[in-house]
């Protein structure tokens, strides 16, 4: 390396400086003048190989959006709709009943259309509790087993209805189970009840079948026609007519 000289009067450095590398002031320690000394490191070269990550957003098209609102929209339109036809059939039904609360409840303990809801007469009948069950039109036919079990507080009243079993009815408890018109069937037992349960059959109904009770229970159901009586009687052998006797004088 050349040695350094002062540009301003010339002095060369002291004895032993070994200048930097690269570009640096100088101070010369006899006139006291800084210069510029050496030459300036040349820059480094330029990274090869690699290239600037580039993130690129998409803003969100238009037209999807509009799609998914569209569809959206006629979602909610369709569950309104279906909402309110039934807010619609609700209110009919009350209004046609006198827009009472328990009007309502009668239409949809007695319509065909609950009943099959209620008991559709594919199983028995299970009734407990305080249980309250009015059906009609059902037709319930069983090869073993009950038709209608009622126990508890239950109280089952079935209307125009088709029922056979081996045994028909079992009620229990305090349980009370009314059958108007119809027919039912017990190929062993009509109606089997116990404790205070009652058990009625009225109205256009034709029954058969062994009745059984215990304790308190009661059961009313209808007796054979008259006709079946007379046709009875008509057919029973009579005793011979004795010929008059004639007494002479």
């Keep these: 390396m050349q040695p350094i000289k002062c540009p301003h009067c010339g002095a060369p450095s ?47 098209s238009h ?22 036809w039934i807010v619609w059939v609700v209110v009919v039904l009350v209004v046609s009943l006198g827009g009472s609360g328990a009007a309502f409840m009668r239409c949809t303990k007695s319509s065909k259309l609950v009943s099959s809801l209620v008991w ?6 299970h009734c407990g509790g305080n249980e309250n069950i009015s059906v009609t039109g059902v037709e319930a036919h069983f090869t073993a087993g009950q038709a209608i079990i009622a126990g508890g507080n239950c109280q089952v009243r079935c209307t125009d209805c088709k029922i056979s079993a081996p045994i028909a009815i079992e009620a229990s408890g305090n349980a009370q189970v009314t059958i108007i018109n ?3 069937q017990g190929t062993e037992t009509l109606a089997d009840a116990s404790g205070n349960a009652r058990v009625t059959i009225s109205g256009n109904a ?12 009661k059961v009313s159901a209808p007796t054979p026609p008259a006709s ?16 008059a006797t004639v007494k002479k004088k």
């Excluded at 559709?120 to 009948?125: A, I």
């Excluded at 034709?206 to 229970?217: D, F, L, P, V, W």
Aim: aromatic fraction near 6%.
């Design 63 to 84: 037209d999807y959006d509009h799609h998914h609102h569209f569809q959206a929209a006629v979602a909610h339109a369709n569950t309104a709709r279906n909402i309110s």
């Design 14 to 60: 002291p004895p032993g400086y070994v200048p930097p590398s690269g570009q640096f002031g100088y101070a010369c320690m006899y006139c006291r003048q800084t210069s510029i000394q050496g030459t300036p490191e040349p820059p480094p070269p330029p990274v090869t190989g690699q290239s600037p990550a580039i993130i690129v957003v998409q803003a969100p």
């Design 206 to 217: 034709t029954a058969s079948g062994e009745i059984r009770k215990s304790a308190n229970a």
């Design 182 to 184: 119809g027919s039912v």
């Design 120 to 125: 559709d007469g594919s199983e028995p009948l």
């Design 228 to 243: 079946a009586t007379a046709t009875a009687t008509a057919t029973a052998p009579t005793a011979p007519v004795k010929p």
